[in-house]
């Protein structure tokens, strides 16, 4: 048995070596050079994207990639996959899988492709469609060669060239064409092509050669920002029949308040006097605001249906007042006509939401963003609404749509700006407490917790949870301390001030542990830092803190009677350039403890060379914040 | 010669099919104004009323169409529960047209204006439908203008033409006011009905014959049959005749139906819903004689599945792996060996495409020929091909864990199926759907409740799908004390069985590197280096972990004495077990033992101080236990500690012991040794 194995064997790689003429080199796994293979789910052998300008409403995209897969993670990199609607239409499309000695095994056309609606988990409904490839690979490695062929009836979601598309793919070789035969001018931009084996063939046709993979590491900046990306927009364009200009931001703003938002905001005499009645007598325009966005909130809910040009025309704002639900942009454009109606100019804004920070780009206009918010301008800096949450603080954009650049959408064109920056002393974590320690180590306190800005952002759930699962949430927060059990849970959540209020009464038998007479146990009770990033041999990526805070403890401790500190340390500080921290111990009346605590970490950029230090400083705040104290009997 | 007839049924039903006592569309000012569910204050939302009704409409050419309306009336009690205000229907798409449909979607919502009642409309700009795949469409709707305190109402109906009746779900997320379910079923078709016994709240229920007249016009025609479609009037003779049969009716009516809230631990909380099962199990003909049974008992079970062409119709000889398998086999005696080879064969072979079943999807000939198919594709292969040469191999189906554990007799009970091999009164169990599953260590997905093993048509009998064999995690940890108090030292470590399988999955395929980096995780100020695992691939041995570790934090020097946890990071740092009671149980689901032997060099010029209590800790009957030895033994501290699940499964009524019991392992494993200067 195991001889035919072998024959087996041979006899392919006899096969393959003879059946090799040099451009069947990318079908068999054998062959990719072991640099591109190191850190890669999948390799790219071979792409060849040819996108050929038709006329204003036309772009014909054909596409060739061979891609080989090295495991499950590898799979999605095959990019068997194409979406469709009334402006999309997939022309051709076929693959052809190979084995790992480059034999092809397996021909899927275009009908074989699962063909399924692309409505998302989030969503009602959306009106385009996908269709797949879906293979279950019988084993490790193989490729698979894809080839395309689409035609867009639109043209401003211009097919921009991304050779490298995630992490852990390495390309062997990668072309991007675009052929003019319309004629119409062009705008492009080279993002991180430095960094890359990137060449220039000629004006609109690039190669990539020998790409490797590129390893994840924790904190490193947003992937977009990291990897080549060569855009590319017309500056003529039809979007659905509407056509457009787009030179720079000023133009694209103009065109999308134009054609995308105008005749859109009409909203009922009711409801205008109704919100004019809201906010008779208000003279400040950011109080009306507040009202107005208080009413939108309690009158309306979120849901995503992704339908209309490009998914980019917001539903009719009378539309939104009749119904009460619409996505961001028919949230954003409502809001933004029911201020129109209590005289407060906003203005309809584009941006990257997410909690990573992802900029429009202001040098290179173009269909950009994912999602919609409403600035309101202020002279102390403008003011950003999110339309789409019912419980949000007016003008709180913290952990979503913070520090970060937007279009906005002005009559007279369009501009980008800068959302709010939420510096260490914005988000602001202060834990106080109150503890009552027993002989046996068993202590009852009072805690409060108050949380501002970014911080306010992850608390704020808090309250909406059943009493079970808040008692659950604080045993998992307070994970350090062992039987815990939560006496009373008070909150309160100051949207005006964007202030969140908790306290907790709680109690932990036997926190202190016992060892022979003595009671050992860790005055940081209630803000416990225990994560320490992860250890890499070498860096690769440069990293990045995307948001600053700072938390303050303060700790009373009342020893119980009869034991007295044995030893204990005292303080400790640590200072970088990413933050710093300090904690003390004094010694009050009454046999009492006073814990103090301060951590900042600052926001930044910095080279992969100063990891090993960052690691440094989170290790001693582990380290120093699992410091003991030791109690004896006082004799 | 036969009658060629023509039957027109036209059922005058006396049972409407609304529910007597609710009338849609009346909402009280009273219900608008509440402000939380009295029952439960903590609801984001609440079903005020829940209709379920099912029954059969018969028609000449489709015959019987089931029929289900639902109807529910919601209250939103915060902008948390305005999710209830959006309906997502999953209607499957059967061959040939036997398609499932919605139609009647009706819906409203209300709220409190200035003092009065305003309703707002569901129209069509609100609903949706699409083909979400070739198996399935998807019928979506959301209500308009919902804010926190409306109500919403809405009523639907779903046409199928299909006799099997879904579960009908009793409980929900949110909790409910009240609930009426009607189940009329025509005298024709025989159901079985069982209620959830997993169920924290178990509802009741009654049923009652409710006759029926059937006004029935029937026009014989004259006609012979072959003269084609018969024109109406032309030749037929028309009588009228008055028939009496009867739907049995299940009647449920529940108030105050708690929510249903997941619990850690449980496994799927799904299992512990309140429903009630309908399974079909004969149909009469009309004179109320038997004409085809399903499924009457565990034995009649097993016949009628294994009688299918997907499922018996498979474990024939295929002359399609004839020779692959000879090739494989050559020489080879021993049936389990044989056993295994095949195992490994098909695994090599056919990939799993991730769906369960009993019945083969594909089928076993193109299963091989195009390498991938379902659970019976794939376990089906392996019986067929070991039968094929002469192994006593069978069948074994069973009920995934997610699947829950039917109470009486019903197919649909079944949803898996594995391979036994029997030889010597020794019994393997084959499950080749996933990699590293081998020597009766099976998926956790099957250890569930237990298997129906079919030898054939007339025999088939139980066997216990749960665990016996122990598996064991046993480490060893040296520890050496520098003089800037940096610890450092080895960690090797043995794994059997399921703790075996379940580290092959997550590290088989990882690299080295990532793996110290996951291994690093959670322990602190550690650097782990000269990571070896040896076996990891291969499954029928236990895995030897070992590494060098150096940790800079587990020891904290405080006046002139050293203290630190003998257990270092291997400390159990919290008890997992939060609530402080449970309504499910706790479900190991394994019998495991974790063993620590742990080795400390004393650091030269520090003497004992004192050191942790040995103990021994037992739950109910040993079920659980847990010892701690420690002794000094010259310049060496020794400590062994040791976990044992015998029992994996902590009833709800011993929760509050066993999570003290866990308490008392977290706070010993944190216990301090102590060292003093000299």
């Not at chain 2, 960690?491 to 999955?505: C, D, E, G, P, W």
């Not at chain 2, 994996?648 to 010993?668: N, R």
Request: proline content about 3%; some cysteine; glycine content about 6%.
């Amino acid at each position: 048995m195991p001889q035919l194995k072998l024959t087996l064997v041979s006899f392919f790689l006899f096969v393959s070596v003879f059946s090799f003429s040099q451009s069947d080199d990318v079908y068999s796994a054998f062959l990719v050079p072991i640099e591109l293979k190191e850190k890669a789910n999948a390799v790219v052998r071979f792409q060849k994207q040819t996108v050929e300008i038709l006329s204003l409403d036309k772009i014909k995209v054909t596409n060739k990639r061979i891609t080989t897969v090295y495991n499950k993670s590898g799979k999605r990199h095959v990019n068997a996959v194409a979406y469709y609607d009334g402006t999309r239409d997939i022309q051709e499309m076929q693959a052809l899988i190979y084995d790992e000695f480059g034999e092809e095994i397996k021909k899927v056309k275009k009908r074989d492709f699962v063909d399924v609606s692309a409505v998302s988990d989030f969503s009602i409904y959306e009106d385009d469609r996908v269709k797949y490839l879906d293979h279950i690979p019988l084993k490790y490695p193989y490729t698979v060669e894809y080839t395309s062929e689409i035609v867009y009836n639109s043209t401003a979601f211009f097919p921009n060239w991304y050779p490298i598309d995630g992490y852990y793919v390495g390309i062997q070789h990668s072309d991007y064409e675009i052929i003019n035969t319309a004629g119409i001018e062009l705008k492009t931009k080279k993002e991180n092509f430095g960094n890359y084996n990137i060449k220039e063939i000629s004006e609109y046709h690039f190669v990539a050669d020998n790409i490797e993979g590129i390893k994840y590491e924790a904190y490193t900046p947003d992937f977009q920002n990291m990897i080549p990306h060569y855009k590319v927009a017309l500056k003529k364009f039809e979007m659905v029949g509407v056509e457009g200009i787009n030179n720079d931001w000023n133009d694209f703003g103009k065109w999308m308040y134009d054609e995308l938002l105008t005749g859109t905001d009409f909203i009922p005499e009711e409801t205008k006097s109704h919100v004019k009645q809201l906010t008779a007598g208000v003279d400040d325009k950011i109080e009306r605001a507040k009202i107005v966005y208080k009413y939108m909130q309690d009158k309306t809910r979120y849901i995503s249906i992704q339908v209309g040009i490009g998914g980019w025309k917001p539903m009719l704002a009378n539309d939104v007042d009749k119904l009460g639900y619409a996505d961001c942009k028919g949230l954003t454009n409502y809001t933004k006509a029911l201020l129109e109606a209590v005289d407060v100019p906003s203005y309809y804004t584009l941006v990257y939401g997410g909690r990573s920070l992802r900029d429009i780009d202001s040098e290179f206009s173009s269909t950009q963003g994912n999602h919609a918010i409403l600035c309101v301008p202020n002279e102390g800096g403008n003011i950003f609404l999110e339309c789409t949450s019912q419980t949000n603080p007016f003008g709180f954009t913290a952990g979503f749509t913070d520090d970060r650049k937007v279009l906005l959408v002005k009559p007279e064109g369009g501009e980008i700006v800068h959302t709010k920056i939420y510096g260490a002393d914005d988000s602001v974590q202060k834990t106080t407490a109150n503890i009552q320690m027993d002989a046996t180590g068993s202590f009852t306190a009072d805690v409060s917790i108050e949380t501002t800005g970014f911080q306010y952002s992850i608390h704020e759930g808090i309250e909406i949870k059943t009493e079970r699962d808040q008692q659950l949430y604080y045993k998992d927060y307070w994970d350090n301390i062992n039987n815990l059990t939560i006496d009373n849970i008070k909150i309160e959540n100051n949207k005006d001030e964007v202030l969140y209020s908790e306290n907790v009464k709680l109690s932990s038998v036997n926190y202190a542990s016992k060892s022979g007479t003595r009671l050992i146990f860790q005055p940081n009770i209630f803000n416990k830092v225990t994560n320490i990033p992860p250890r890499y041999t070498s860096r690769k990526l440069e990293f990045k803190i995307d948001r600053a805070f700072k938390d303050t403890d303060e700790f009373i401790i009342q020893l119980p009677e009869g034991l007295k500190v044995e030893a204990m340390t005292d303080s400790k500080e640590v200072k970088t350039k990413f933050g710093s921290y300090k904690f003390k111990l004094e010694a009050l009346e009454d046999n009492k403890l006073k814990y103090t605590r301060t951590y900042i970490l600052l926001k930044g950029n910095y080279p992969k060379e100063d990891y090993k230090a960052f690691r440094t400083f989170r290790k001693q705040i582990v380290k120093h914040d699992k410091s003991k104290i030791i109690l004896v009997k006082n004799l | 010669m036969k009658h060629f007839l023509i039957i027109i049924l036209s059922i005058i039903t006396l049972n409407s099919i609304n529910c007597q006592d609710y009338k849609f569309g009346e909402i009280s000012k009273l219900e608008l104004q509440e402000k939380y569910y009295p029952m439960d204050s903590a609801a984001n939302a609440a079903i005020l009323y829940r209709n379920e009704n099912i029954s059969f409409e018969f028609s000449q050419n489709n015959g019987f169409t089931q029929l289900k309306e639902i109807i529910m009336k919601i209250k939103i009690y915060n902008k948390e529960g305005l999710d209830w205000a959006n309906e997502k229907i999953i209607l499957y798409q059967g061959r040939s047209g036997n398609n499932i449909s919605i139609k009647g979607i009706k819906g409203y919502t209300y709220n409190l204006e200035e003092g009065k009642i305003k309703k707002d409309k569901l129209k069509n700009e609100g609903i949706f439908t699409e083909k979400a795949t070739n198996l399935y469409s998807i019928s979506s709707f959301t209500l308009p203008n919902v804010k926190a305190g409306s109500i919403v109402e809405y009523r639907y109906v779903i046409r199928s033409p299909f006799i099997q009746i879904d579960d009908v779900e009793l409980q929900f997320s949110i909790p409910v006011k009240k609930l009426d379910v009607n189940i009329f079923t025509p005298q024709f078709y025989n159901y079985k009905k069982l209620l959830n016994p997993k169920a924290f709240y178990t509802p009741s229920y009654i049923e009652k014959k409710i006759y029926k007249t059937i006004s029935m016009t029937q026009r014989v025609s004259n006609n012979s049959p072959k003269s084609g479609v018969n024109q109406l009037g032309n030749g037929s003779t028309i009588s009228k005749n008055k028939i009496t049969y009867f739907d049995n009716k299940i009647v449920l009516s529940e108030e105050n139906i708690p929510s249903l809230r997941a619990e850690s631990f449980a496994g799927s909380i799904n299992n512990y819903k309140a429903k009630l099962s309908l399974e079909l199990e004969a149909k009469l003909s009309i004179e109320g004689y038997l004409e085809k049974s399903y499924a009457t008992s565990w034995e009649k079970v097993a016949k009628t599945i294994y009688e299918s062409p997907d499922f018996g119709g498979q474990l024939g000889d295929f002359s399609i792996y004839k020779d692959d398998l000879e090739a494989i086999l050559a020489g080879v005696t021993d049936d389990f060996e044989k056993a295994f080879l095949v195992e490994n064969f098909v695994k090599s072979r056919v990939k799993w495409n991730g769906s369960y079943g009993k019945y083969a999807q594909k089928g076993i000939r193109l299963a091989y020929k195009e390498h991938d198919g379902n659970v019976a594709d794939i376990n089906l292969m392996v019986v067929s091909m070991l039968r094929s040469q002469g192994v006593n191999a069978n069948p074994v189906i069973l009920s995934t864990r997610n699947n829950g554990t039917p109470l009486f007799p019903t197919r649909e009970g079944f949803n898996y199926v594995i391979c036994s091999v029997e030889n010597d009164g020794e019994m393997l169990l084959i499950d080749a759907t996933e990699q590293y599953s081998t020597n009766n260590v099976l998926p956790k997905r099957v250890l569930n409740w237990q298997g129906r093993l079919i030898e054939n048509e007339k025999v088939s009998r139980w066997i216990n799908m749960k665990p016996s064999k122990n598996s064991v995690e046993s480490t060893m940890l040296n520890v050496t004390i520098d003089d800037d108090f940096t610890v450092s030292g080895k960690v090797v470590k043995h794994l059997t069985n399921y703790i075996a399988y379940s580290y092959r999955n997550k590290y088989a395929s990882m690299t080295n590197e990532d793996h110290i980096k996951s291994l690093e995780k959670d322990k602190g100020a550690i650097e782990i280096n000269e990571l070896s695992i040896d076996n990891v691939k291969n499954a029928t041995h236990p895995i030897k972990v070992s590494y060098e570790y150096e940790l800079s934090d587990g020891i904290e020097e405080v006046g002139d004495k050293i203290y630190f946890s003998p257990m270092l990071f291997f400390a159990t740092k919290e008890n997992p077990f939060k609530l402080e009671e449970r309504q499910y149980p706790i479900d190991f689901v394994i019998p495991y033992s974790e063993k620590y032997m742990v080795n400390i060099k004393l650091p030269e010029g520090y003497t004992v101080e004192s050191l942790p209590n040995s103990e021994g800790l037992e739950f109910k009957d040993a079920n659980v236990k847990f010892t701690y030895l420690i002794q000094q033994n010259g310049d060496f501290l020794q400590l062994k500690a040791q976990l044992d699940i015998v029992n994996p499964l902590i009833l709800p009524k011993d929760y509050k012991d066993f999570k003290a019991f866990y308490s008392k392992i977290v706070e010993k494993q944190a216990e301090q040794i102590v060292l003093n200067k000299v």
